[in-house]
């Protein structure tokens, strides 16, 4: 996790000495709805549990952002509201079984434009858990309802305002509950979205 984001910084403080302008101004305020695909993963403790393997859950992330473009031309802020499917694939004695866990999140993102219309990004991501199963079983009672993770990407906006995004979010807490030192996961995602901006001033 501290290598991920000692990459971040080091490459925003290489990149930023030669941005250009994004591509809407000082003030402007622009939303941006979002739809894509999401493979959550699973990250931890869980050494008693032996997983012979686990893949990622294939699933949806979809919603919209906004973006505030600040008075520095290479530095912007931006919220969101997003629905994802998140989880993991595992199998354990072998038996293959999908946990699913389906959260709203609420991404706080920092955008640091290295050149017109591509951005790097670094922020945290409040999650609140709407739906837990294990195959067709509801297990939510056994996960955490809160999950805050930190999402690192990249995005391009093209001249037409359709813009792709690419990002990783690490968790950063616990996403079952009772979690200790041996027995501790969390619920990584990746998504891949495509979006169109379209300026409110």
């Known amino acids: 996790m501290k290598k991920i ?6 490459a925003v403080a290489c990149l930023t000495a030669s941005a250009q302008n994004a591509r809407h101004g000082a003030g402007n305020i622009t939303i941006q709805p979002m739809i894509g695909i ?25 919603g919209a952002e906004a973006e505030y473009y600040t008075s520095t031309d290479w530095l912007s ?6 629905y994802t499917q998140q989880g993991w694939e595992s199998k354990y004695e072998g038996k293959t079984s999908t946990q699913k866990l389906d959260y709203i999140n609420i991404p706080v993102v920092v ?13 945290l991501q409040p999650g609140f858990l709407v739906n837990a199963k294990a195959e ?11 999950n805050l993770s930190m999402p690192i990407g990249i995005s391009y ?29 969390r619920s990584d995602c990746s998504t891949l979205t495509i979006g169109y901006k379209f300026s409110l001033k």
């Open 77 to 82: 802020l931006s919220a969101g509201l997003m």
């Open 38 to 62: 999401a493979a959550g993963t699973l990250s931890g403790t869980y050494s008693d549990f032996e997983f012979s393997s686990k893949d990622p859950r294939a699933g949806l992330t979809i």
């Open 157 to 185: 906006e093209f001249k037409n305002g359709i813009t792709l995004d690419l990002r990783g979010t690490p968790a950063l807490t616990a996403a079952n509950k009772n979690s200790n030192s041996d027995f501790k996961l």
């Open 136 to 146: 067709s079983t509801d297990n939510k009672s056994s996960y955490e309802s809160f």
């Open 5 to 10: 984001l000692m990459m971040a910084v080091m």
């Open 111 to 123: 955008n640091f434009y290295v050149a017109k219309g591509l951005a790097l990004k670094i922020g």
